[in-house]
């Protein structure tokens, strides 16, 4: 029973981290076509500022997680218009030169894979400059949970709460909300929506706003639980990536799924053979998941929903 | 695309065995087909020729590092840039005929031993990269999807081999090590017995050198045959190319394979000049480099693979650790935003407009946009 317990609460962690770390990545892949690997980075740019809010401005831990998620969102908005969209560089090689310089990095996939890369590098780097190798460390609060001879530390549980809430949100903003309708009009078809007046270049704005926010969001709820080096991001964003891979096109429930399948895999292997093939085991099911349903999980869905409707 | 017509090479005069050569090795997928770029060439080759004299060993045996990654540009150069596969984990041939190398040389440390090695680690890489390949594209994996295969495989050989620390994975007398990685991994030796030749910091820079010349223009004759046009055929449009009845998964399957050995050639070359080998060859950050490289010297000329490896390497080296990373990195992000096409075929095309006379040379690169559907 004891032991049936430690497996529901790892579970739940991978679950949560997976979760929380692909919403963000999903969001912005599954609406503009751009896949971000400077995602990690963003969370990283949650973290490090609920950090320094909480640690060095003695801001209240709720309330630093908040500048965290603000913080990510306002730069997610700078980084679309600087490099994805490529619209201040066009702005002032406009007036100086009379021409466009940059395309947009829309639906270019492997391109942005590379730019983001780039901007990642810099990033990485950059707060290393700035900010040294490490920071000081929020404890983790909310204390443990005990049962039996075990103990798990409240908090994470609790993450796994919230990763559920963020994918119900999620699913509100884009099926309850006018921006919700303009996204999905957008990726649907973008030369319709915008023929229809949909600011298909402003729909993408507040995309990537949400996405880099919602990074934040993952990286200000992490920041007590790990260590505060430059590089975390890497450990967010291998996870993040195969769950939007596994997941699909549809952002909330493909996440969920991915979340689930691939959070109860690591969590089984982990504590059968040991951590590092756990990780393993979540790498090799995305290689096989790729290779078998390419479309992902909700992509196969919808496959058999529409096989069923031609058979009826 | 314009790129793809046949006309370019008409700068070689008919006859004499120089001109059968250069009508080989010239054509409309590579820049450099006129006099005035095999007269350069032969001054950078001599340039290369002499620069341990000038230098001294020291200083070309660092350079030889970044011979032996020009390998791995070319590799990539090859499926990215001529087949249109993106392949995020040209790492993973690099690494695993380094770790190839080093099991068999540590095990029969003997000259025979060592060339033994040094061809099963590039037979090695070459396989997996058919297996790999075959899993990939005669499973209708396309696009994107092969760069995140490529890129997530690339993270469970990292992981994997980070945790052979133990006992149990000890291969002979070769332990891997686990993070530490293979520190004893011997110097690159060829040939049986007395008839061996040992390659020192110095000879090693010659060898690779000479190696390096060889596949270039091996690699361009490849480019420029039949089978080069129908690889930039697949790149250019996979349905279109697949209608007229050639087997496009066969294409990239082989040319995928290609790309595995010349990145394993790079990863044998790679261990035995550091005798060293750990599973950072398995890193993001190194796993990314070959692109970079590639983006930034243009993936669809095989010189700029070279000169942008080469060129790139030696400023990271130079600048050091602190500020190597943020100028790799801005480096990547001005070019890809910038000048998708990369900094040779730019050149290129500004001294084709330059000298006026289009028809000295191919023409140039119509355009740098990708189909990317």
Redesign the interface.
Known sequence: MVNGLNLLFQFLDSFAFIVLAAAGLAIIFGIMGVINLAHGEFIMVGAYATTLANVRLGLPLPVAMLAGVLVSAVFGLVVERVIISGAVPNAVSRRTLGRDIVEPLYDRLADSMVATWGLSLIMVQGVRLTLGNSLDQIGTPLGKLAYGGFSYPTYRVLLAGVAVCVLALTYYVFTRTEYGMRARATIQNKPIASALGVDTERTYMTTFAIGSGVAGLTGALYAPTITMVPSLGGAFLVEAFVAVVVGGPSVVLGTALAGGLLGSINALISNLVGTFFGRIALLVTAILMIRFLPEGITGYVEHVRERRKEGA | MVANTTDGAGSADAGGPMDALRRRIEGPNTVGNSRGFWIGFTVAVASLVAYPLAVGSYQASRFSLFLVYAFLGLSLSVVWGYAGV?S?GQVVFFGIAGYTFGIVSVNFATPLGITAAFLLGVMGSALVAAVLGY??FY???????V???T???T??LH??M??TAGDEWTIGTAALGGFNGMPTIPTLALGVGGAAFTFDSVTFYYFVLALLIATYLGLRAVVNSDYGRVMVAVREDEDRTRMFGYDVKRTKLAVFTLGGALAGLSGVLYASWGNYVSPQVFE??FA?LP??WV?VGGRKTLLGAVVATVGIEFVRNSLGG??A??A??????VF???L?GGIVPWIHRAYVDARGDATASNPPEAETV?V?D
């Open positions: 993106l995020f899993f990939m499973g209708g994996v396309r696009d994107v999807y760069t995140i295969i890129l997530v495989s993270l469970v992981t994997f980070a945790q993001l950050a990314s692109v970079i983006s602190e500020w990373f943020i790799v990195g801005s480096l990547l992000l890809v935003l910038g998708p990708e990317s």
